[in-house]
């Protein structure tokens, strides 16, 4: 068995593979709003090169492959997707890996997120898993991928080396991805060219060709706005104008005015464009003429013209009310128009509006509105600098906690993974005076049995609190305290029900974590480390439930646990503080961001969620 210290770290060779090798696997991603690539599913991946093989300038249906990706469209001409029912657009790629890759041969690696599911790794990252585990690596650091996790092969774990918050990870087999032969274009992302084919006027493609057009009208204005729309074109506004649309459809026309953009340097003209109303239902052929798909990234000005066959919307469909024409929200005019006009012609009775916003703070309150918690004491706590601690020798720790075992069982040590009949793996590597690498101890309360010198290494790698936390069953020996900042955390009620509680009032929490330097029990003593967002504005129902999730959170606060010093998830800023595994509904009036109400699970969720954290109901004092 392998000893600790004789893992590697593998580096990714998967990207951009050179021309002359003969087969690829391709593998198309999208880019997420952490600025990660998430690759497609092996079929989903199958199903875009074959459209792509047909139509290199097409438009990819995702629904046709997957049902959760019914909204979705991806434009192989702008190398976007597109979610038809919000407007958002996102940039996609093709990658490619060699045969022999995780890719290749089907495999993918997961891990368990907070719901109980399985989430694929990025493609890079499950390459270099896949790597390691094939060289029989016993473990893995992820930490120059940007990622500080530890891979464990042999307990099937991920381990987060500030947090210590270890998640499962599972390898399965799946589709290979498709593998395609010749040579690979330099660039991953294809030029905006004339459409190739010609589109039919079924209503699929209709909504097609308003993707289409509308994403090309972003990308261009895009483009006007970062070279200069004032200076290279003297005739350009610099926005597009709103859409004008009439109060109804039925069998009337709707008037476009927009500029048409000119990359070659022209002026860009203001023109009317007729937009006549189609009929909803068509036959799946090519009746009607075509859509000029790129008309907006072309040089001079040119007329977009939709056809000439008019019919009526059938009864029942309501007009299209397209309010978001002004830029602020996330639907850009163009889109909102063109899509918009498109989808209501086709029949489809879909309300392109401004994307809601999340209700993060409930209305002004005054200070005399402010009333403490019933049965709980006080309305503001202060973290101490650090926490009372007790029996810091690790030898006095271990032994506290643990009874010796004559006769060790034939079975391994999860920590060091030799068994436990031999010596612990840290022999040579640790010594403690007492304490022998044979010497086997069993925990009190879960009875786990490790190696005593395997738990004075564990102990001495953490937080060096005065606890252990048995690491196969998480049972906590001691009070867990963490590596909180100082700060201050306040509570009260205020007369603001939350949805999902309409009978009660709210308690809300403030925690408030001033920026400061790190010390010896954060990742980098000395340095300075950033608070972000602060204060932080909490909300509870004021119920039995909510007001003993509040005493608990309140222990955990004195314990030190509810923040610490790590890297951001949401935007990957290092020496920062952050959450510490105990969720926080920060959303007062709504649920738009999956941090507010209604959530009728989360209280006993949290309630878990501090438990595990040695914070539970039995702490609380009757």
């Not at 003297?234 to 104008?241: D, F, K, N, V, Y």
Request: hydrophobic fraction near 30%; proline fraction near 8%; charged fraction near 20%.
């Amino acid at each position: 068995m392998a000893r600790p210290g004789s893992g590697v770290l593998v580096s990714v060779n998967g990207l951009g593979y050179p021309p002359q090798n003969l087969a690829r696997v391709v593998v198309w991603e999208w880019l997420n709003e952490h600025g990660r690539w998430r690759p497609y599913s092996a079929a989903t991946c199958h199903h875009i090169e074959n459209v792509l093989k047909g139509d290199a300038r097409g438009t990819v249906v995702l629904g046709q492959v997957d049902a959760q990706l019914a909204p979705y469209v991806i434009d192989l001409q702008s190398m976007h997707q597109f979610r038809q029912d919000t407007g958002t657009m996102r940039p996609v790629h093709r990658n490619f890996y060699e045969p022999s890759s995780a890719p290749g041969k089907g495999v993918v690696w997961e891990w368990e997120n907070d719901s109980g599911s399985w989430t694929p790794y990025d493609m890079e990252i499950c390459v270099t898993i896949q790597n390691a585990y094939e060289k029989q690596h016993p473990w893995l650091d992820l930490t120059s991928l940007g990622f500080c996790y530890l891979i464990d092969f042999n307990s099937m774990a991920q381990t987060n080396r500030q947090s210590q918050r270890k998640r499962r990870l599972r390898r399965r087999m799946d589709l290979a991805y498709p593998l395609i032969m010749g040579s690979i274009p330099k660039s991953q992302s294809w030029p905006v060219g004339a459409s190739s084919g010609q589109p039919c006027s079924c209503q699929q493609c209709i909504l097609v060709n308003s993707t289409r057009a509308a994403s090309n009208a972003i990308l261009a204005s895009q483009r006007r706005k970062l070279y200069g729309g004032s200076a290279g074109a003297p005739g350009a506004t610099g926005t597009l104008t709103a859409v004008r649309q009439s109060n109804t459809f039925a069998g009337t026309t709707s008037n476009i005015q927009h500029n048409n953009i000119s990359t070659g340097g022209g002026q860009a003209k203001a023109e009317q464009v007729q937009s006549p109303v189609f009929s909803a239902n068509f036959s799946c052929s090519p009746a009607l003429p075509s859509l000029p798909a790129n008309n907006l990234n072309r040089p001079g000005t040119q007329r977009l013209s939709m056809g000439t066959a008019r019919g009526a919307v059938p009864p029942g469909v309501p007009a299209l009310p397209v309010k978001n024409l002004t830029g602020s929200g996330p639907v850009h005019p163009a889109l909102a128009g063109m899509t918009g006009i498109l989808m209501c012609a086709a029949g489809l009775p879909v309300c392109l509006t401004r994307a809601p916003k999340p209700i993060l703070h409930p209305p002004p309150i005054n200070k005399s509105d402010m009333k403490p918690v019933p049965g709980v004491n006080g309305i503001r706590r202060k973290t101490k600098k650090k926490h009372l601690r007790r029996g810091k020798n690790p030898e006095d720790v271990v032994r506290r906690y643990t009874e010796k075992v004559k006769v060790a069982p034939d079975e391994d040590c999860t920590i060091c993974m030799e068994r436990l009949v031999m010596s612990s793996g840290y022999e040579g590597v640790l010594q403690h005076k007492g304490i022998k690498p044979e010497l086997v101890g069993k925990l009190g309360k879960c009875g786990h049995m490790y190696h005593l010198l395997c738990l004075v290494a564990m102990y001495n790698n953490g937080n060096k609190d005065g606890s252990l936390q048995c690491p196969t069953c998480k049972a906590i020996y001691g009070e867990k305290t963490g590596t909180q900042p100082p700060g201050k955390m306040e509570y009260h009620v205020i007369p603001h029900c939350l949805p999902g509680y309409p009978e009660a009032k709210t308690i809300r929490i403030v925690y408030d974590i001033p920026a400061g330097i790190q010390t010896t029990e954060h990742p980098n003593p000395g340095k300075k480390f950033s608070a972000r967002g602060f204060p932080r504005h909490c909300y509870l129902p004021d119920n039995d439930k909510g007001r003993r999730v509040l005493k608990l959170l309140i222990m955990a606060w004195d314990r030190r646990l509810i923040f610490t010093i790590g890297t951001s998830s949401t935007t990957g800023e290092s020496d920062t503080v952050v959450w510490n595994e105990i969720h926080h509904k920060t959303e007062f009036g709504s649920n738009l961001t999956g941090h507010g109400y209604p959530d009728p699970n989360y209280l006993d969720n949290v309630l878990t969620e501090l438990s595990a954290q040695g914070v539970g109901e039995d702490n609380l004092k009757e």
